[in-house]
């Protein structure tokens, strides 16, 4: 699924770099001692970096959307198998069931990865946007 919708992006003609343009860029020291070639310099590493983070940001929200429609699938395929068995008598049983069911951990697992990467990089991105604006 995951080359699928890679492939779907890149049919749209969205084009994102395979890996970072270079190390994050900071800005050490003062600016005011900075000459205009070294502030063009770091701003267009943070051009680049931010551009980077640009389009992580879509590939991260298709994968974050995915595996949360595959979390939510597998929870209503467990809810109905434990509706299914006799032993699970009361709704607490059923629902404990579910919640522990290794298929939901998994499904569940990868949407908080994808929901925390998600995060990271738009945190990522904003930290870049006020470096950039300080520039």
Do not use: W
Not at 9 to 20: K, R, V, W
Not at 83 to 112: C, M, W
Not at 120 to 127: I, P
């Amino acid at each position: 699924l995951r080359e699928q919708l890679e492939g779907a992006l890149i049919n749209t003609g969205f084009n994102p770099a395979t890996h970072p343009p270079s190390k994050e860029p900071k800005i050490l020291g003062s600016l005011s001692d900075a000459s205009d070639r070294e502030l063009k310099n770091l701003y267009d590493s943070f051009l680049a970096f931010y551009d980077y983070l640009t389009d992580e940001l879509p590939r991260c929200e298709i994968y974050l959307e995915t595996t949360k429609e595959r979390a939510d699938t597998v929870h209503a395929s467990i809810v109905l198998e434990a509706n299914q068995q006799k032993e699970l008598s009361n709704a607490e049983a059923r629902k404990s069931f579910v919640l522990t069911h290794p298929a939901y951990i998994a499904a569940k697992k990868d949407y908080l990865y994808f929901k925390q990467l998600y995060s990271a990089q738009e945190q990522r991105r904003k930290k870049m946007s006020k470096a950039m604006d300080r520039l």
